[in-house]
């Protein structure tokens, strides 16, 4: 797997929606490049901070009505501008 394929797999990775096989190759680039597990690690704590930044005082635990697929698009649509690794 390249760095470039990591991006495009990377939504349904952390949803636990990739094939088997597809899911080792994934974890195999994890273990043998580090810019990648930066790259993961950074997109982790982006969806974590946008999730808080919606948060309603009264639900700290509990997001504040932004639907799953509004974060996955506008991801998916930040992705789509990166410059290939």
Same mark, same amino acid.
């Given at each position: 797997? !390249? =760095?470039?394929?990591? !991006?495009?797999? #990377?939504?349904?990775?952390?949803?636990?929606?990739?094939? *088997?096989?597809?899911?080792?190759?994934?974890?195999?680039?994890?273990? #043998? =490049? *580090?810019? =990648?597990?930066?790259?993961?690690?950074?997109?982790?704590?982006?969806?974590?901070?946008?999730?808080?930044?919606?948060?309603?005082?009264?639900?700290?635990?509990?997001?504040?009505?932004? *639907?799953?697929?509004?974060?996955?698009?506008?991801?998916?649509?930040?992705?789509?501008?990166?410059?290939?690794?």
């Amino acid at each position: 797997m !390249t =760095c470039r394929e990591l !991006t495009d797999f #990377i939504v349904d990775y952390l949803e636990g929606g990739l094939a *088997p096989e597809v899911h080792a190759r994934f974890e195999h680039h994890l273990m #043998i =490049c *580090p810019a =990648c597990v930066r790259y993961l690690t950074a997109y982790r704590a982006t969806i974590t901070l946008g999730f808080e930044a919606f948060e309603d005082e009264d639900q700290s635990a509990e997001r504040a009505g932004v *639907p799953e697929s509004l974060v996955r698009g506008v991801l998916a649509a930040l992705n789509a501008g990166r410059p290939p690794a």
